[in-house]
């Protein structure tokens, strides 16, 4: 009786593993310094998005798509207002500053500010403000019939992410800086709108 359950369980578990393998002959397999321009199609009713192709870079050998941090930020023009990034390249040191002002209807004025090292493969943030700064209302107003009490605010405050502690690479190619596709995603996009590629 022990022998038929072991062979079950061997057996269920060799059909999970097979199931679970990519027999998609679409794929390319040489991953390793290639460029696959991809069509990007907005499947979004909230956001106004232009139908466009990106860049994806692989490198050695790694499925992990990377995108250039410009083009990813222009392509979304619609989710952001792409026209608030002031973009300064340090091909020297190898950064990328992001300058964002806003001006609101009272004059006041807000800068922020993103840097992208790829020397260390940090990224900085003057605020964690910086990541609702440049974010387009959907066309859904979601708090529509909420009561609104005296807000708490709490002013945002600098902080340096490290990507090298989860074993994440800046790369700084032919002055582009290039992130993985979903550090991108998680940082600039911040849950308001999902990208992905199949």
Not at 19 to 41: L, Q, R
Not at 122 to 130: A, K
Not at 157 to 169: G, K
């Amino acid at each position: 009786m022990k022998k038929i359950l072991t062979l079950l369980i061997l057996f269920l578990f060799v059909t999970v593993l097979v199931s679970c393998t990519n027999f998609n002959n679409n794929v390319n397999d040489d991953f390793d310094n290639t460029v696959i321009n991809t069509k990007f199609v907005n499947k979004s009713n909230e956001y106004h998005i232009d139908n466009d192709n990106i860049d994806l870079y692989y490198y050695d050998g790694n499925h992990l798509p990377y995108v250039n941090v410009i083009d990813f930020i222009n392509l979304l023009n619609g989710v952001y207002d792409s026209e608030l990034f002031e973009f300064i390249v340090d091909d020297l040191l190898k950064i990328l500053t992001i300058n964002i002002e806003l001006i609101y209807e009272d004059d006041e004025i807000y800068n922020y500010q993103m840097k992208l090292h790829s020397d260390d493969d940090t990224i900085y943030v003057d605020s964690l403000d910086f990541f609702e700064s440049y974010l387009i209302q959907t066309e859904t107003d979601f708090g529509q019939g909420l009561v609104y009490l005296d807000p708490i605010y709490t002013e945002g405050r600098d902080i340096t992410y490290e990507l090298a502690n989860f074993d994440f690479e800046i790369k700084f190619e032919n002055n582009n800086f290039l992130l993985p596709l979903v550090i991108a995603n998680l940082f600039f996009n911040q849950g308001t709108y999902k990208q992905w590629f199949t």
